[in-house]
């Protein structure tokens, strides 16, 4: 059966709660252990959003192998004891398990301990996610709600907003300023943040 038929199949017979987006866990993308962890006490009262910088990806075989390289950056070249991220998402529209809801991130310094962060695969200076993305991106948001991850009045930022750096991409970030739980962050305006 083909994958889209499938969950769509299982939403309406009420199985599959996470509604219509699918998670690709660690072990269905070959995720390498983590050197170590550190619990994320739930709820989170922010969402850090990134891009990788990096290439998007379309298809699972393409995004699954953009996370491992991810990965293996992250943990190899950062010295990182995971994947930095707590979720990633592709253009596919599907979301990929990083540190997962519980697992502290390294995302956004000073900042991992009481938030989840999530990164969309590409670069979003010059373009935007694809609207595929988008959706997938505000599902798992509203799936981390729904499920007490993330606090019912969370607060968005783009990852610029928490330090010094271009991330999530000026277009993406443009995009993200427009969400409802958006705020300024009074401590890393434009004026401080590079
Ligand atoms: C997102 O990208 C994928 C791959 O190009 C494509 O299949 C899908 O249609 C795109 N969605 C939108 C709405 O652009
Ligand atoms: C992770 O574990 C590997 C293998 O034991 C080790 O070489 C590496 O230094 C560790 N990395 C960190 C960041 O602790
Ligand atoms: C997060 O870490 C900072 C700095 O160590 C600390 O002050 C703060 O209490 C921590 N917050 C949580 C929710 O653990
Ligand atoms: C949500 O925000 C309101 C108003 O700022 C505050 O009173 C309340 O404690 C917040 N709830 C949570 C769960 O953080
Ligand atoms: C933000 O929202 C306004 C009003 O709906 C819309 O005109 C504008 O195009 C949006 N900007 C972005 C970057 O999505
Ligand atoms: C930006 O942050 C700086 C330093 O934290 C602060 O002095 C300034 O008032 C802030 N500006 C705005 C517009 O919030």
Known sequence: MAEAT?????TILGIYAQDDFEVVNREEWGARSPNETTTLTPPQPLVIIHHTNW???????QCKSEVRKVQDFHMDVRNWWDIGYNFLVGED????EGRGWTTEGAHAEGYNNCSI??????TFEDAAPNITALHTLQ?????GVTEGFIDLNYTLYGHRQTGPTDCPGQTFYNILQNGSHWKENPNHNATNVY
């Open 6 to 10: 499938f969950l769509m199949l299982l």
């Open 117 to 122: 962060g999530i990164s969309v695969m590409g």
């Open 93 to 96: 529209g599907r979301a990929y």
């Open 55 to 61: 290439n998007s990806c379309w298809t699972l075989e």
């Open 139 to 143: 599902k798992i948001i509203t799936f």
